[in-house]
Nanobody
């Protein structure tokens, strides 16, 4: 079991930046692939980015590629999502997710553990 707590959301103008963090506790952090998802009002939760256990591999949704960066610090049990050049369509609740898989996972159903989410609002 792992517990996940997100932080860092807020209100930002279009073109601005935000940095989301996810703190993990419980089972050894390095056994987990970590991902970020988001859910806008009236829409399904969608994949944003994922990072492998060792930090050597990452994958991004096309909609955020080149603007968002996922990273993790295994010594601090944290994963971050640096979001630059934000757009109004990035507005959503952002969720941190974990799974003890050896694969980079990009689907919601693949992840077993979830945080409570943090709101990101981008104004135009």
């Amino acid at each position: 079991q792992v517990q996940l707590v997100e932080s860092g959301g807020g209100l930002v103008q279009a073109g601005g930046s935000l940095r989301l963090s996810c703190a993990a506790s419980g089972r050894t952090f390095t056994v987990y692939v970590m991902g970020w998802f988001r859910q806008a009002p009236g829409k399904e939760r969608e994949f944003v980015a994922a990072i492998s256990r060792s930090t050597s591999r990452t994958v991004y949704a096309d909609s955020v590629k080149g603007r968002f960066t996922i990273s993790r610090d295994n010594s601090k049990n944290t994963v971050t999502l640096q979001m630059n050049s934000l757009k109004p369509e990035d507005t959503a609740v952002y969720y941190c997710a974990a799974d003890d898989s050896t694969w980079l996972l990009t689907t919601r159903r693949a992840y077993d553990f979830w945080g409570q989410g943090t709101q990101v609002t981008v104004s135009s």
